[in-house]
């Protein structure tokens, strides 16, 4: 392990208000992004798509990473050069989803635990020569009435921190991503409640892996009301509440903390990180790692049409660019409008 490697990418992918491109759908999951668009899931309508997004001009001034799908990060652009290539000349960072998605946790089956850790190590290392520096893993937990249990944050806590550890040894930098969903009507406090145990257990257990902390990233999500919740707190609660989780749990050594929008608006995501950065200094930086609040309207512009990827990436580009000034704490409606 190289902690001084892992420290420089760690910390190169959250300045600059920069942030990260979650471009790492699997291939079910990109399949319900275009079925909203009318677009076949094949092959090369995916490759199309994401050569649209990595090549936006100027996006990179915004984008420091990308987080790829194994089939994304073995993919061309048109000519030739491959994906990864094409980010780490234009500095950006290339990264990779290493988790094997969800299956029910055994004995707990309404209840979720990421798989994956088996073969990992051989499969970092693949990575890393086809320019990977930087992973994820994403390990869900669900509220609900008697859930989240303790065994679940447990073990999902427990194969977060063994990955991260094997990212390491690889000289990867493992982004730890525990996201608390949304989905339900339970409101902040729940949330807040279920995200703070959660945290607590993660770091415990990265830890008890020996896990450098000063070489990783936390992508976490934001305390917000559940999405059937009646009282929707506002912009500024979720921001309060969002910064005092993350000072109770999330050490200093920790270079940054990189959202998923986890199904909030692309714009609302976009306020509360402003929000979030208006009440700074923080201890670490606080930037984004988002998906469909990065891509929802790139998506729609394109519509699988190659004559509409300009279009697609001219919305790409703005969205990226208002998530940068909200990193900065400069985001208001009129970056908003300024497209
Ligand atoms: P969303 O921002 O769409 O939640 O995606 C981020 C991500 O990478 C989830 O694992």
Redesign the pocket.
Known sequence: MNLNELHRIATKLVADHRGIL?A?ESTSTIEKRFKSIGVENTEEHRRAYRDMLFSTPGAAKFISGV?MYDETIRQKHKDGTSFAEGQTRNDVIPGIKVDKGVKELPGSPQEKITEGLDGLRERLAEYHKLGARFA?W?AVIDIGPGIPTDYCIRANAQALARYAALCQVENIVPIV?P?VLMDGDHDLARCFEVTSRTLHVVFEELANHRVALEGMLLKPNMVISGKKCPKQASVEEVARETVKVLKRHVPAAVPGVVF????QSDVVATEHLQAMNAMGPMPWKLSF?????LQEAALKAWAGKESNVAAGQKAFHHRSKCNSAACAATYSAQTEKAA
Do not use: V
């Open positions: 979650a790492d987080i994820k994403r991503e996201e998923l929008s986890g199904g790692s988002y998906g469909r609040a």
